[in-house]
Nanobody, 127 residues
Framework: QVQLVESGGGLVQAGDSLRLSCAAS????????VAWFRQSPGKEREFVAA????????YYADSVKGRFTISRNNAQNTLYLQMNSLKPEDTAVYYC????????????????????WGQGTQVTVSS
């Protein structure tokens, strides 16, 4: 079993940057498709970004494309989400996830496709 723990969230102003971390234990992330999701009160969990198990392949939601970057450090067994030019609409609890059962785009954007989840870290962006 893989355990995931997010960190790095906080309160920032619009235009600021944050880097979220997701530390994994109990299993390596290196050969797993991993992703970030976010959820605001009253809304469904929303796909943000994925890093495929296939080397060099990533995919981003249109709402964050060009602003967010997903990456991983396999030696540290840690997943990252670099968030730049943050907007108030980015306010949410951010979750990391691992082990999508499929790499097709329709699957990696669905929360139920992932086996392992962190508990989330709050990101709040003020105007």
């Amino acid at each position: 079993q893989v355990q995931l723990v997010e960190s790095g969230g906080g309160l920032v102003q619009a235009g600021d940057s944050l880097r979220l971390s997701c530390a994994a234990s109990g299993g390596a992330l290196s050969r797993r498709t991993v992703a970030w999701f976010r959820q605001s009160p009253g809304k469904e969990r929303e796909f943000v970004a994925a890093d495929f198990r296939t080397y060099g392949r990533t995919y981003y939601a249109d709402s964050v494309k060009g602003r967010f970057t997903i990456s991983r450090n396999n030696a540290q067994n840690t997943l990252y989400l670099q968030m730049n030019s943050l907007k108030p609409e980015d306010t949410a609890v951010y979750y990391c996830a691992a082990d999508a059962y499929s790499s097709i785009l329709s699957s990696i954007q669905i929360p139920s496709s992932y086996s392992y989840w962190g508990q989330g870290t709050q990101v709040t962006v003020s105007s």
